[in-house]
């Protein structure tokens, strides 16, 4: 007997980890910021948030706009 249910995923954006969210803040407000340090928080960030929706049983995780 095959299973059927409908997949489960989300829109939008979920909720960055606090450093992530300190260099945008700076960016912002025009200050300079390590543009790589931005990128490796972001990438860090998106391998956490897809593993969280995972760890919920998201079947089709997306990136949360960790990076935007």
């Known amino acids: 007997m095959t299973d ?3 997949l489960t995923t989300h829109a939008g954006s979920l ?3 606090a450093r992530l969210v300190e260099l945008y803040a700076a960016r912002a407000k025009g200050e300079k ?3 790589a340090e ?3 928080e972001g990438e860090a960030a998106t391998r956490w948030v897809v593993e969280k929706q995972r760890e919920a049983g ?3 995780p997306s990136h949360g706009e960790q990076l935007r």
């Open 33 to 35: 910021i390590d543009e």
């Open 38 to 40: 931005l990128v490796r």
């Open 4 to 6: 059927k249910r409908i």
């Open 15 to 17: 909720p960055r980890p």
């Open 58 to 60: 998201i079947d089709i």
